[in-house]
């Protein structure tokens, strides 16, 4: 496994952008595919972006094609997803995940071996 920290969250105005961080210790960042999910109050963990282990494959949910994306910098053990023009319905917690197996990025949650804790990102109107 391979410790996650998230960073980059918090209060953004509707149309404006945010980049969240994910932070991997440890020397086998690039054998893992990545993923971002959020969860919102009372809602079900949902599928945001994956991209594989080079970089050079990417997927995304059809709520934030086109404005966010998912990035990775191996040399930084380190995955972003940049949000731009967020949304009220955005809101949620954003998690990331580190997936051991898969070689092409997947939108299943239950492949993924490691998770971080979280960071709250808040869009408002």
């Known amino acids: 496994q391979v410790p996650l920290v998230e960073s980059g969250g918090g209060l953004v105005m509707a149309g404006d952008s945010l980049r969240l961080s994910c932070a991997a210790s440890?020397?086998?960042?690039?054998?893992?595919?990545m993923g971002w999910f959020r969860q919102a109050p009372g809602k079900e963990r949902e599928f945001v972006a994956a991209?594989?282990?080079?970089?050079?494959?990417?997927d995304y949910a059809d709520s934030v094609k086109g404005r966010f994306t998912i990035s990775r910098d191996n040399t930084k053990n380190t995955v972003y997803l940049q949000m731009n023009s967020p949304k009220p319905e955005d809101t949620a917690v954003y998690y990331c995940?580190?997936?051991?197996?898969?070689?092409?990025?997947?939108?299943?949650?239950?492949?993924?071996?490691?998770w971080g804790q979280g960071t709250q990102v808040t869009v408002s109107s």
């Open positions: 995940a580190a997936d051991r197996w898969s070689l092409i990025p997947t939108r299943r949650g239950q492949v993924y071996d490691t």
């Open positions: 440890g020397r086998t960042f690039n054998r893992y595919a």
């Open positions: 991209i594989d282990r080079s970089g050079s494959s990417t």
